[in-house]
């Protein structure tokens, strides 16, 4: 009805607007910017300063609904003064109002996407999920390629305080990032670890999404990937040092807030390094990169005890099939375990072993799980290709037996129960 006697009556409909701004808590407050914009055409210059008068105001109902549906008066206010209005509206002190008008660039971004960019850039999310999600869903695929490579680093650090990358529209982001400015998206990953641990918040996530596309996986194109790959192998084992001198005979009996920080912070290196070892391919294919498996080797060739352990718990986290597809690799490594010492050997056997029985088993009741077979005839064919008694046999072996015990333990558990 307010719609149709601003487009009757114009002029009285701007005047009332005037009115309803002077009153400010009125109910008519919330159909202002839809009356102005239907008499626009009327006096849009007094419209404007209308529109003006009632952004400077404190009366956010109007900045709400102004806020929402802004980018329909492009044509109408002049370049300066509309860029202006938005301004002030992404700036809001209302996280309401600053969200409608966030999520509008969407609409902006389509006619004036320079425009709507430049003024994305200057949107300050800090930690709110919500606003991060209207800010990356507004900036959509089709205008990822305007951007320059400093506003897609601007982009990036306003990502280092929100609580998760898990929105669908973030991680679209973060993957066309990944493939332009590669080296910033670790820079972030690990700037997000070190606010991990600063904030101590269990809801903090630092790790990118793996429910959508990772962008860690488009690393390995990188030029850039294998040196990556050191520097996240190498912090994760210098904390490892940290960590064992902590927990040395001085220190036994007081552990500090320090030392739970830094098993944090070794847990997210161990696992960051293992997702930027995945190879781009398809998810059901992935695989570890040679560059992973060769900066691991030097470690393993160095022929150091502490570095030989430590390559075996590295990848300790690396998915079941690695043991079978990657035997050159573990054979080399049981090896020189082996020359190092027992206590070697069997520390890297078990890192290997848990690799190896990781993952969920699935099948028939009454008949051994598919993944248990599967483990007994590949780790008993790999053996058959070693001397009895060699280190790898020996490995292969307990891996045969682990296989056959589970598959004879599933029997008897059916057996057990059901007849």
Known sequence: MLGSIAALNPSYSIELCEQVLEIGDCPLVAHIASMLYQARKFDIERVIKVVQAAIDSSISLFHQSFAEKYWAWENDIPPDTFRELIQKL???????????????????????PQLAISLALNIEINEN??????????????????LKEEELKILLYKLEGVHSLSDYHISKFLVYAAKKIPYFILQLILKRIEVSVEKNDIGYDPLPSTYYENCLYHLSTAEEHEDMLRQIRDLWFNHRLQMKFIFSEEYKDSISNNVLLSIKLESLYKELYKELSFTFVEESNRDISPVSLKLLNEWINFKDVEKIRAASRLIREFHAGFIFGHLEFVSNLLEQAYQAGDECYVAVSSNLFGIAASGVKMGIPGQPFPEDVQMRDQASAIAKQFFKGSPVRKFFDSLVKYAESDIASQQIFYEERWE
């Open 90 to 112: 992404l700036l809001h002190s209302d996280l309401e109002v600053r969200k409608s008008a966030t999520a509008s660039l969407a609409m902006l971004i389509q006619s004036q």
């Open 129 to 146: 999920m919500e606003l991060a999600e209207k800010l990356f869903n507004a900036l959509n695929m089709n205008s990822f390629d305007l």
